[in-house]
C-alpha cells in the first residue's frame, strides 16, 4: 500500500471497494511481490482515469529503473512512446518493427503496424 500510493481508507477492505485505478494498483504490488525477474503488463492503463494511468507508469518507471524488466503490451501509443526504451511492433502476427531511444515515435510505430495488414505487392 505504500509503497505503489494505494488510496485506502481500510487497508481491510475488500479490493473491489477500490477506485479502479486503485485496483490496478493492487494487481501490480502483487505481481511485484512475487519479486519477478520480468514483469509482463497487458494493458496496464486500460479503464482508468488519468491521474491513475499517471501513477501507474510512475510505479512502471519506478521498478524499472530499479532494474526490473517490464514488458507492456498495449494498443495505447502516446502510452508507449512516453515509457519504452524498446519497442517491438507485431502486427497481424507478423514482426514489423524493433525501435529504440529516439526511433520510438507514433509515426514510426503506425508504420510498422501498417507493414503487417499489407502485404507487398509482387513486381512482375
Known amino acids: ?74 494498443s495505447e501509443l502516446q502510452e508507449i512512446v512516453s515509457i519504452a526504451d524498446r519497442v517491438i511492433v507485431l502486427s497481424n502476427g507478423l514482426k514489423t518493427g524493433e525501435f529504440y531511444g529516439d526511433e520510438i515515435q507514433q509515426d514510426t510505430l503506425v508504420l510498422a503496424s501498417y507493414k503487417g495488414h499489407h502485404k507487398e505487392e509482387k513486381e512482375s
Open 1 to 74: 500500500i505504500k509503497d505503489i500510493h494505494i488510496k485506502v481508507a481500510d487497508k481491510k477492505l475488500p479490493i473491489l471497494s477500490l477506485s479502479g485505478g486503485n485496483q490496478q494498483k493492487v494487481v501490480i504490488g502483487k505481481g511485484i511481490l512475487t519479486e519477478p525477474k520480468i514483469l509482463l503488463m497487458d494493458e496496464p492503463s486500460r479503464g482508468i482515469d488519468i491521474g491513475a494511468k499517471t501513477e501507474v507508469f510512475d510505479i512502471i518507471n519506478k521498478y524499472a529503473g530499479q532494474g526490473l524488466s517490464i514488458i507492456v503490451i498495449s
